[in-house]
């Protein structure tokens, strides 16, 4: 386990009454808690943020604290947070992480809990074909984009002269 989250879960267990047994991460009843409450109370907050403000969705527009609130505005996506694409996802995310900074694929089947390696290898890191058709997919789009740009393309036998010179081009 790495050490920001070890120190993560030994204050939350503190915060808890430094409980040895039950659920680890418990709701008001003590039950385990509801994984779409988590999602939507802790995670889309996180991500979904105003690009104007910095607020979460639901709190922006509301009412502000502070000396110079935020002129009134329509909620804007922050682009540069990433988006959700559901608890598969981000343990697919995970998983490929942990392999490009060279986690044995073993290590990560047991972090991911899987009872076999293939299920991590197949189903769990995006392989370096994935990779490379991202990164072609970004040169081109680029390439795209600088051509748009750029004055249309002129070859050399295309070049127009001006009307004077139109004759001893002819005569080349
Ligand atoms: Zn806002």
């Known amino acids: 386990m790495i050490a920001p989250l070890a120190r993560r879960l030994e204050f939350h267990r503190t915060r808890c009454g430094n409980p040895t047994s039950g659920v680890m991460f418990p709701n008001l009843n003590g039950s385990p808690m509801d ?40 909620f804007e996506r922050d682009p540069s947070r990433p988006e959700w694409h559901g608890w598969h996802a981000a343990r697919r995310g995970l998983g490929t992480n942990l392999y490009r900074l060279g986690v044995p694929e073993k290590t990560i089947q047991a972090i991911l809990r899987h009872a076999n390696v293939s299920t991590t290898n197949t189903y769990y890191i995006k392989s370096a074909a994935d990779d490379t ?12 984009g600088n051509e748009s740009a750029a004055e249309p393309f002129v070859s050399d036998n295309d070049v127009t002269t001006d009307t004077a010179d139109t004759q001893a081009v002819v005569i080349q």
């Open 133 to 144: 058709r991202a990164a072609m997919a970004k040169l081109e789009s680029l390439v795209i």
């Open 35 to 74: 994984l779409g409450n988590v999602l939507n109370r802790a995670i889309l907050p996180a991500l979904n943020r105003c690009a104007i403000c910095g607020r979460p969705k639901d709190d922006c527009g509301k009412p502000e604290r502070g000396p110079q609130p935020t002129p009134a505005h329509s």
